[in-house]
């Protein structure tokens, strides 16, 4: 069992940045792929980014330029690099485990999920 722990999130007001990281409690985190999705008041969960095991990555064309995913794998840690935050970034940001080890942009991919860090940004 694959267990996910997100912190990082908080206030922040428009223009500032965050990051958000994901722990995980296994030993073979590196064959993991991972993905940061969010879920905004009222919407479906969507996905934001996400990273290979061989550290290719994929962001949603809404955070292109602004959000930048990262992982440590000393740590079993997947990082959420969040700049130029807007309004409409404000959502609970959830953490996912890919066993497969490839980046992906559907839920389904992901049998691992954490609870969730909530980020809102509001001036």
């Known amino acids: 069992q694959v267990q996910l722990v997100e912190s990082g999130g908080g206030l922040a007001r428009p223009g500032d940045s965050l990051r958000l990281s994901c722990a995980a409690s296994v030993s073979t985190f590196s064959t993991f792929a991972m993905g940061w999705f969010r879920q905004a008041p009222g919407k479906e969960r969507e996905f934001v980014a996400s990273?290979?095991?061989?550290?290719?990555?994929l962001a949603a064309d809404s955070v292109k330029g602004r959000f930048a995913i990262s992982r440590d794998n000393a740590k079993n840690t997947v990082y959420l690099h969040m700049n130029s935050l807007e309004p409409e970034d404000t959502a609970v940001y959830y953490c996912?485990?890919?066993?497969?080890?490839?980046?992906?942009?559907?839920?389904?991919?992901?049998?691992?999920w954490g609870q969730g860090t909530q980020v809102t940004v509001s001036s």
């Open positions: 996912a485990a890919n066993a497969q080890g490839v980046r992906s942009r559907t839920e389904y991919s992901y049998a691992y």
């Open positions: 990273i290979s095991r061989s550290s290719l990555t």
